[in-house]
């Protein structure tokens, strides 16, 4: 009997072996895939980024990964097999991103892949917002302003042409009705703008890897997410998932365990799925290696809102659209504008920002890690400050002015009649012309570790103490607030030291109790940044922003409309004569932050226990000159 179970168990394994041979082999030769010759985006995004703005691209628009969408195209007898062939890699672009292929190997040549995204990239530049012609026009449209604005793309197009028509179906094997769809896209291929319409069959065509996609994924509308009640459930494992393309979304209510029974046995199914709303308990997938292969296969994401903490969570980008804006308009506390990017107009009275302060907050010396670094911040930055000066010709000082007095006496003894004041002196230590806001951003986001002893929100702390530290030694004028937001009203603007404030173990202590707010309404905590400034006399206003991520809100201020209400404030700022400036420790700031800052605007620090330090030394380097 054992040795009958043995046979069988090997019998069964060879099986298992055979049909995993037979599946590769058959998916092998199915495939019109040349994964030798490759390109993957990561290895050009940064130089598609460049190349995209270049030819008129919207400098908004960040470089991103598309996700596969399905096409029912005709399928030969091994595609079929093999089950391949139903699911392809397309470019488009929405409102957030240019979306190009994660890899492409189209080709059995490596220049010619990579020349696909240069030339993708150079299709998209000449595509405008709001542009509705079908598909087949649009390209064709698209490729004749690529080339006649662009000459030299005309031979590398042509290239890329005659590679993919040799792999395009093949007309004379296709049925009527498809053939002369399939010859229509091989005339428009070679001669773009010479036909305005393509025929009608029962398949849509095979793919145009040439072209931007003929039915882009629309996300779906979500409702806002709200934070977890409880803060410290945020203490979970927490890692970002590299290479995994942008997923789609779906809303899913949260299902109730206690509606009755099922009659299906989960552990019958060894496969993951799409969401199926049943009355089921949630289980959360404590194996992180796991729950990132389920992240990695699923098409489409269901989401819902859950009232525990998760074991396990995975940073990768969705496209979670943010639910619709209300329209009330608020009538109490300091009411700001907005930019709404679509509608090209500012929103007046849009947003309400609440001024809030520690009243709790009881004075503290500065931690004892931080002041063997202090002492030589504050070294440094005592060479920054003026000499100190003599002040003349007052009307009250610690001394007489000899000059004046002598002025004085032989006025009066040629008979001139002037009057005996201004004739005292004092020494005065002198002050730069100068202003300087720290605007902090205090997000949810900051609760992140970034290792075993510290979260962002500690690094930012050191790094305000330290700054505090430096600038008192320079005299210099000096606020700091931090700010987070949950929709427009209200928005949190926490006053850590005011313009008129001496630097004190009162402000320390107010830094000590910082703690993680919501999200990231940039653009409010920028205006309410340049009101405070505007009241201050200084020649120079610096407006130095530290962030560690994107603008975003539970609202619709998500991507794009968070990224150019931001770009807003800050040209309103400098057409005020203020100087802003950005620090992250964002890793993919260099994505956005010239959009926003400008080239020279904005600063990535890389490691971000590096900031504390770094954050001093960049203040002087950028009021060297004042």
């Known amino acids: ?294 992240a990695r296969d699923l098409d489409k994401i269901s989401v819902t809102r859950q009232g525990k903490a998760a074991k396990t969570r995975l940073k990768f980008d969705l496209d979670l659209p943010s639910e619709s804006e209300d329209d009330l308009v608020l009538d109490d506390g300091l009411l700001l504008p907005e930019w709404h990017w679509k509608q090209r107009r500012l929103i007046p009275d849009h947003c309400r920002v609440v001024e809030l302060i520690a009243a709790d907050a009881e004075p503290i010396p500065l931690p004892e890690r931080l002041k063997k670094t202090a002492t030589r911040l504050r070294s440094q930055f005592q060479a920054l400050a003026p000499a100190r000066t003599w002040y003349k010709a007052r009307p009250d000082g610690t001394e007489v002015d000899l000059d004046a007095y002598l002025r004085y006496r032989t006025d009066r003894a040629s008979g001139c009649n002037v009057p005996a004041d201004n004739l005292y002196r004092e020494m005065r230590a002198g002050a730069r012309d100068l202003a300087c806001l720290l605007l902090a951003d205090l997000s949810l986001s900051t609760d992140t570790w970034i290792s075993d002893h510290a979260r962002v929100l500690d690094v930012i702390q050191d790094s305000l103490y330290l700054f505090a530290e430096s600038l008192a030694a320079t005299g210099d004028q000096f606020g700091i607030y931090g700010f987070s937001s949950r929709k427009r009203d209200p928005i949190r603007m926490h006053l850590i030291k005011h313009f008129d404030e001496r630097y004190s173990g009162r402000v320390r202590g107010r830094i000590a109790t910082l703690k993680p707010g919501y999200y990231t309404r940039l653009g409010a905590g920028i205006r309410y940044a340049t009101e405070v400034l505007k009241v201050q006399g200084a020649g120079r206003r610096l407006l130095l922003i530290l962030t560690d991520g994107k603008p975003n809100d539970l609202d619709q201020y998500e991507g794009r409309y968070g990224i150019e209400d931001t770009r807003h404030a800050v040209q309103a700022a400098r057409n005020l004569g203020f100087h802003p400036f950005c620090v992250t420790i964002d890793p993919k700031g260099n994505d956005y932050l010239p959009h926003l800052f400008g080239s020279t605007g904005y600063v990535v620090i890389h490691d971000p226990t590096e900031l504390p330090a770094e954050l001093p030394l960049l203040y002087a380097r950028l009021t060297a000159h004042q």
């Open 1 to 294: 009997m054992t040795r009958r179970v043995s046979d069988l168990l090997e019998l069964v394994e060879l099986e298992e072996k055979v049909g995993g041979w037979w599946h590769r082999f058959i998916t092998r030769h199915s495939e019109e895939r040349h994964p030798d010759a490759g390109v993957r985006l990561e290895q050009v995004q940064h130089l598609l980024g460049i190349w995209f703005r270049a030819l008129g691209g919207d400098s908004a628009l960040e470089i991103a990964g598309a996700d596969a969408t399905s096409m029912n195209v005709r399928r030969n007898l091994l595609q079929r097999m093999a089950g391949t062939h139903r699911r392809f890699q397309l470019a488009w672009r929405d409102d957030n991103a240019l979306r190009l292929p994660p890899v492409i190997d189209t080709f059995p040549d490596t220049d010619l892949n990579r020349n696909l995204y240069l030339w993708l990239a150079a299709l998209a530049a000449m595509e405008e917002p709001g542009d509705s012609d079908p598909w087949f026009r649009h390209n064709q449209r698209l490729t004749l302003a690529a080339l006649e604005r662009y000459p030299g793309l005309w031979n590398r197009y042509q290239e890329l042409v005659r590679a993919h028509l040799q792999q395009h179906p093949h007309p004379q094997k296709l049925p009527v009705d498809e053939r002369q769809q399939e010859l229509a896209i091989r005339e428009a291929l070679i001669e773009p703008g010479s036909l305005e319409t393509l025929p009608a069959a029962s398949r849509p065509p095979a793919p145009v890897p040439l072209w931007l996609h003929p039915n882009p994924p629309a996300p779906t509308v979500m409702p806002a997410v709200e934070p977890p009640a409880d803060p410290e459930a945020n203490r979970s494992r927490s890692r970002e998932l590299e290479e995994v393309p942008r997923k789609q979304t779906e809303k899913a209510d949260q299902p109730e365990s206690d509606r009755g029974l099922i009659t299906v046995r989960m552990e019958n199914i060894f496969s993951w799925g799409e969401h199926v709303h049943v009355d089921r308990g949630t289980d959360d997938e404590e194996d992180e290696t796991r729950a990132e292969e389920v």
